[in-house]
């Protein structure tokens, strides 16, 4: 393809601008020397509005994800790879393969180009790694002041395997709990570079596809009950959501679950619970007992499984409550977050 | 984590509660206020109560800043962002205390007032120094460990001569408190204190004599780990069970008698006390809160604003005085869990998650319903 424009796009010094989004020569221009060569894939080629994908013979399972974080890079990412990663995961938490991926960018109006063409060869990087293109994608400028730098959505498509059924209201009392490791890294990492927090050893953020550790865990526990990737509101609220769903109550003990010194150390100088603080590339498996020990191998196999543990039980319990025995051997709820979680005064 | 894990040991945990049980005379009851909301929180995080024999009550004292400031207040710092224009800085705690008309500091936000979440006094000065043609006030609150970093935050805008800055003045003292529940007409029912972690090192222990000396109640002050808090109710069931009323100290590797003298010359030097303040839930109390001294004016924003201060009476139904004070129990409140609940809160109790109702609604409540 020869390139009709006169000049390509200046990468380093250059701002967006509400021609950007305008549906003009410089918005192609943004897509083809940005977007399109950042995520490279035969679909996104065609150039289409949309993209023609292949036909799946079983099931189908969708879930979108808008992206806002702020900073927009953090140690261990950044909200590209981010954008890829969040829906995979909650993809394959459904317990199916995702196949496809679709982006749309609200860009507003002054963010630099290089920090757009990192953010999106980030995306293209994670996608590639992940083995799930994006096939399609939209662009929007909003005029400064509007929104906070980039927010990208990403939807993603996948598979449902033949005979999972994984959705939070199939927790059944007598149920193992199991975590995928150390939790509050992604949430911890994001609030150190906003509060300027320096650490000796820096927390890096845990954000990572996690369709291959769901993968393992389906092959050696097929009759897995749910999933899901602790994200916003930690494992304090993805429990919470499953005893809800299934209408059960869920046990969980403080000294099996991960948490690693840096973490606790920021946890506890800003007054947070690591329990609602948030994960990225963690996970929560709920499955029948006798499978609880071949669930926790396949899991401790992985590389992002390495830190797994049995954390908890579903049981009878009409309230739904979360409960949990602290570490001093007392029993107190983990409740639903009431909004945000602040940091106390004292 | 060094130094905090030791104070979280669990077989050490188990090891004091035996010695606690081992004490308590099963035939009579130990009414022990934590006063402080940080004591409250360490003892719903680690549900020491189960770790305590059924002879031994905490009762949850009023020590949470954000739970005993009026709605009034709230509704004074509300005014100023929305009617003043102000940016309004504020620890944040504050942002979810409801005010009149439905409003919160976190509302006023989301309809277009400037207040802005800070973690220090510092990030006051900052914003005020960035914005030096915007009036910033910062909505000082808390009791004693919160003041000395306000008063540093007026001194360093005094020298810096930064016009643009002021406080509304919030700041409240512990004793006061203790005193006005102490004084209760109708009686109290407490038998000990655990005194305050945070506080005691900036006014140290002396404060708390005349409680064991005038009122014959223990003062154990105590760290707020959790280790920290068995041991203090360890020594006040000793007091109690012979009979002694003294000012013990659990903390001292933090607390001394006369705390801090370089953080009192500080807030002696910059603040006054107040004829009367309203509590949330405990009513006026005499000499119970900080203002500005008459030099440091111009930092005072009920003093430069029109910002006249309106009290606000508590809801009828809501049993926050009483529970604060030990006679009633948060799930013995009418309005506990139903009406009044961490995302309605309708009394002072139910506002932070140190609050009395909140700690025992968030953590606790599963004690209170059948199972």
Redesign the interface.
């Known amino acids: 393809m020869s390139a009709p424009y006169a000049r390509p796009l200046d990468l380093k010094h250059g701002l967006v601008d509400l021609t950007h989004g305008s549906g003009g020569r410089a918005m192609a221009q943004l897509i083809r020397e940005v977007f399109a060569r950042a995520l490279a894939n035969d679909y996104l080629a065609q150039g289409d509005d949309g993209a023609r994908l292949g036909h799946a013979a079983g099931r189908l399972v969708v879930a979108t994800d808008a992206h806002v974080v702020s900073p927009l890079f953090f140690p261990g990412g950044d909200i590209g790879c981010l954008s890829v990663h969040g829906t995979i995961n909650d993809v394959a938490v459904m317990g199916a393969r995702p196949l496809y991926l679709a982006a749309s960018f609200v860009l507003e109006e002054g963010f630099p180009l290089a920090d757009l063409a990192r953010i999106a060869a980030s995306m293209g990087r994670a996608s590639r790694e992940a083995g799930v293109p994006v096939v399609t994608g939209d662009t929007k400028v909003v005029e400064r002041g509007k929104a906070d730098g980039v927010f990208i959505t990403t939807t993603g498509i996948g598979e449902l395997r033949d005979g999972v059924d994984c959705a939070g209201a199939n927790a059944r009392p007598g149920d193992a709990v199991l975590l995928s490791g150390p939790i509050g890294e992604h949430g911890m990492a994001i609030m150190a570079c906003r ?1 300027n927090l320096a650490f000796d050893a820096p927390i890096v953020s845990d954000t990572a596809a996690l369709h291959g550790l769901t993968d393992a865990l389906l092959g050696a526990a097929p009759g897995m009950h749910a999933m899901r990737d602790a994200t916003r509101g930690g494992i304090g609220a993805a429990l919470n959501e499953i005893a809800q769903q299934s209408g059960v109550g869920i046990e969980i003990d403080e ?1 099996a679950i991960p948490v690693r ?1 840096p973490v ?2 920021a946890c ?1 100088l800003l007054g947070l ?1 690591p329990l609602y603080v948030a994960n990225e590339g963690r996970l929560l498996a709920i499955c029948p007992p006798a499978l609880a020990e071949a669930a926790l191998h396949a899991l401790r196999a992985h590389p992002l499984g390495a830190g797994a543990a049995l954390i908890g039980r579903v049981i009878e ?1 009409p ?1 739904r ?1 979360v ?11 983990v ?1 639903w977050l ?2 945000d979680q ?5 | 984590m060094k130094y905090v894990d030791e104070f979280r040991d669990g077989e050490l945990a188990r090891g004091l509660a035996a010695a606690i049980a081992r004490e308590a005379d099963a035939h009579r009851s130990y009414r022990f206020m934590e006063f402080c909301g940080g004591h409250t929180h360490a003892i719903s995080r680690y549900g020491l109560a189960d770790l305590l024999p059924g002879a031994i009550r905490m009762i949850h004292g009023p020590g949470c800043p954000v739970c005993v400031l009026p709605i009034g207040r709230i509704d004074q710092a509300i005014r100023l962002a929305r009617e003043h224009g102000v940016i309004l800085a504020t620890y944040a705690d504050t942002m979810r205390v409801p005010a009149s008309d439905r409003l919160t500091l976190l509302r006023a936000k989301a309809l277009g007032a400037d207040v802005r979440m800070i973690y220090s006094t510092e990030d006051a000065l900052a914003i005020a120094r960035a914005n030096p043609r915007r009036e910033v006030v910062f909505l000082a609150i808390g009791f004693e460990t919160t003041t000395p970093p306000t008063a540093v935050a007026v001194l360093r805008a005094a020298e810096g001569s930064l016009g643009n800055f002021s406080i509304l003045c919030n700041h409240v003292l512990t004793p006061a408190a203790m005193h006005a529940i102490l004084d209760a007409p109708q009686g109290v029912a407490i038998d000990g204190f655990v005194g305050p972690a945070h506080v005691s090192t900036v006014i140290g222990s002396a404060p708390y004599e005349p409680f064991a000396v005038d009122y014959r109640k223990p003062v154990v002050i105590a760290g707020f780990e959790p280790l920290d808090l068995l041991r203090a109710i360890h020594l006040l069931v000793r007091q109690v069970n012979e009979g002694r009323a003294a000012v013990e100290n659990e903390f001292t590797r933090a607390v001394t008698r006369e705390g801090n003298g370089r953080a009192q010359a500080l807030v002696e030097r910059v603040f006054e006390r107040r004829a009367a303040f309203e509590w949330r839930g405990l009513g006026t109390i005499p000499a119970s809160a900080l203002q500005l001294r008459p030099e440091f004016a111009p930092f005072d924003a009920e003093r430069r604003f029109a910002v006249p201060y309106v009290p606000v009476p508590d809801n009828k139904a809501c049993a926050c005085g009483q529970i604060l004070r030990g006679e009633k129990r948060p799930e013995e409140c009418r309005i506990f869990g139903t009406a009044c609940t961490p995302e309605n809160p309708i009394g002072s109790c139910m506002v932070s998650s140190e609050g009395a109702c909140a700690a025992h609604y968030t953590y606790g409540r599963f004690r209170g319903a059948a199972a």
């Not at chain 1, 409960?323 to 709820?333: H, K, P, W």
């Not at chain 1, 602040?342 to 004292?346: A, E, N, Q, T, V």
């Open positions: 509060e000294n010194a606790e150390a506890e619970d319990d309230r409550f409960q949990m025995r602290t570490r001093l051997g007392g029993r107190r709820i409740d009431h909004g602040l940091p106390r005064i004292c």
